[in-house]
């Protein structure tokens, strides 16, 4: 970033003694600076960087918040290992990250390309193919329990018209994840679809035309045009899509309360129930920290491929 | 295949993709018109019997339907307000003034980006219980509305304004506040809106921390009113649909008259996400 020097008018740059005036200037640009940055930081200090700070304090802590805190070490941490509720938590996340990342980049990439050719009103069917992304989780969720009613039910009505016998998705142990899987992809391919849809918009005609005249078939132009020119927002789907999928909480809240069991009980859902209905705060704050860690392992992991994965033009 | 069967084929499948995924909206709204009996039948019915539209105040009287759309309102426009303003202000210093310890300061905003909200939730809500916060305003808004992204985004698009319109401005005698505010927000206009719109739409559906702090109908959002349709009347699913309807309306009219920044901030953030 260029280093902006402070508009000095001439007169006063030739004026004597030039080193004080500058410092003047210099000095009054950081009270200005600070002036503009202190509402914004006075909150983030002490509603965002303070409790990530106080987080790691806590985790070391064995408080309910009602009795006095009890410095216990790493024992919050060494809990983890033997709770099971936290390892079918931590399979359930990923079952559901590994299920629904791809299906929902399957859809969106799918969808976008479908609206890419060329056809007319393309705003009007991306508006109401963007409408489930934009609606709120808690109301959506209520209406996919009532897709999901297992004798008579939208879902198990449609799949009747094929010789399928439905489950009751939602108190089945095997069934109760897919069904949540299916209603978050349904919430959340729109995101993806719209950044795919950009994507596919700026890549220059020319490349395809060059890929014809080189006797390539569709999908050769596909293969080799328009997913690497694709790659950056791949990328940019893909990581954001495992943070939110790591951090699903709403729809298991309202549509499975977790269950049956724990079969849909994911690790934020835990660290509620931990925090706020058992009020073990320092274990919750372990857990999130945790969760946090795996966070940063996998999007540095990402990061990584990301060198050797993504084209970018430029 | 032909050009013109090819087109065909496109545009059925836009209208068949299409009408599957309004499925669930339109059922939304659809069973939020049928009778008490018809809708919760043990055989569930998809068209009507007969429409009941006087469902749409027997919502309202079941539970303060009202009352939770307010708080809704407050709260989700209170972290907006607060957030776009306070996060223009700091985007500007990043983007345009010179002072000491501005890289580390700017990359410690940067290192919070990537902590999911979970982390700050417990000693948010120890902050909030402690200084007495709990099911007030302040202890609802405040703890939302100074995340870093606003003030990332806004500092990128402060960037991208040109030097010279501000240096004009300054030569003729404008301060720096008269350059942010005469020069540098006009122009920022689109990266504000967007921001804001995903704010809001964001707060709106924000479940997990009114379900934390809120605990009367004083403060009660929507996300976590809903449910109260459940618990109170086991499932009685016009009712519970035509209040999900009712709290989805507004995003949906947000969504549409937004669409433009709604749909560039995506895009944005997606090509821009290198």
Redesign the interface.
């Given at each position: 970033m260029a280093l902006q020097t402070a508009p000095v008018p001439p007169e006063t740059r030739s004026a004597p003694p030039p080193r004080r005036s500058r410092w003047r200037e210099r000095d009054k640009q950081t009270l200005t600076a600070w002036l503009f940055l202190a509402p914004s930081f006075i909150g983030f200090v002490i509603f965002t960087a303070g409790p990530v700070v106080a987080a790691g304090v806590i985790s070391l802590l064995d408080w309910n918040l009602f009795s006095p805190p009890e410095f216990t070490g790493l024992e919050n941490f060494a809990r983890l290992g033997g709770d099971p509720t936290f390892w079918s938590a931590l399979v359930n996340t990923a079952y559901f990250t590994l299920v629904s990342v791809p299906l929902t980049i399957v859809v969106s990439l799918a969808l976008a390309l479908l609206l890419n050719q060329g056809l007319r009103r393309v705003a009007a069917f991306r508006s109401l193919l963007l409408l489930p992304y934009a609606t709120i989780t808690v109301a959506v969720a209520f209406v996919w329990i009532w897709l999901y009613i297992p004798h008579g039910g939208m879902v198990n009505t449609a799949l009747g018209w094929i010789g399928i016998d439905g489950p009751a998705w939602l108190v089945s142990d095997t069934w109760a994840m897919p069904a949540l899987i299916v209603m978050s992809v349904w919430k959340s391919f729109g995101f993806g679809m719209v950044v795919f849809l950009a994507g596919l918009q700026a890549i220059p005609q020319q490349l395809y035309e060059a890929a014809r005249i080189d006797g390539s078939s569709a999908w050769q132009s596909f293969r080799n045009v328009t997913l690497p020119m694709l790659s950056p927002a791949m990328f940019f789907v893909v990581v954001t899509s495992i943070i939110g999928s790591f951090q699903v909480f709403d729809q298991a809240l309202i549509m499975t309360d977790g269950g049956p069991g724990t079969r849909t009980t994911t690790l934020v859902m835990y660290i509620y129930r931990t925090g706020f209905e058992n009020y073990d705060q320092g274990y919750a704050a372990a857990q999130s920290l945790v969760l946090f860690a795996f966070i940063v392992v996998i999007t540095a992991a990402q990061f990584r491929l990301q060198r050797r994965l993504v084209h970018y033009d430029n | 295949m032909t050009t013109d069967a090819k087109?065909r084929l496109?545009?059925f499948?836009?209208f068949l993709?299409?009408a599957v995924?309004?499925?669930?909206?339109v059922?939304?709204v659809l069973?939020a018109f049928q009778s008490d009996a018809e809708s919760m039948a043990?055989?569930?019915s998809?068209w009507p019997g007969s429409w009941h539209p006087e469902n749409l105040t027997r919502a309202f009287d079941l539970v303060p339907l009202g009352r939770f759309l307010l708080n809704t309102v407050i709260f989700a426009g209170g972290t907006t307000l607060?957030e776009t303003?306070?996060?223009a202000?700091?985007a500007?210093?990043?983007a345009?003034?010179?002072?000491?310890g501005?890289t580390w300061?700017f990359g410690?905003?940067l290192a919070?980006l990537?902590?999911?909200?979970?982390?700050?939730?417990?000693?948010?809500?120890?902050?909030v219980?402690k200084l007495g916060g709990i099911d007030t305003w302040p202890g609802m808004i405040?703890?939302?509305?100074?995340?870093?992204i606003g003030?990332f985004l806004l500092r990128q698009f402060f960037?991208g304004i040109p030097?010279d319109y501000e240096?004009a401005a300054?030569?003729d005698g404008a301060n720096?506040w008269q350059a942010?505010t005469k020069v540098i927000l006009p122009l920022a206009v689109p990266a504000i809106a967007t921001l804001a719109v995903f704010k809001f739409?964001g707060q709106?559906?924000n479940?997990?921390w009114p379900?934390?702090i809120s605990n009367s109908d004083a403060t009660r959002t929507?996300?976590v009113g809903?449910?109260f349709f459940?618990d109170t009347n086991g499932?009685q699913?016009n009712l519970?649909?035509m209040?999900?309807?009712i709290?989805?309306v507004p995003?949906?009219v947000i969504?549409?008259l937004t669409?433009r920044w709604?749909?560039q901030g995506?895009?944005m953030?997606?090509?821009g996400?290198?």
């Open positions: - | 087109r496109v545009v499948t836009c993709v299409t995924t309004m499925i669930p909206i059922m939304m069973v043990a055989q569930p998809f607060l303003a306070t996060a202000l700091a500007y210093a990043f345009r003034l010179e002072f000491p501005r300061l410690i905003y919070t990537m902590i999911p909200t979970q982390v700050t939730l417990v000693p948010q809500f120890v902050l219980a405040l703890p939302h509305a100074f995340t870093a003030v960037l030097r240096e300054r030569l720096r942010f739409i709106w559906n479940l997990l379900l934390i929507v996300a809903l449910q459940q499932t699913w519970l649909l209040a999900a309807t709290t989805t995003l949906i969504f549409f669409q709604f749909v995506i895009s953030s997606g090509l996400g290198r």
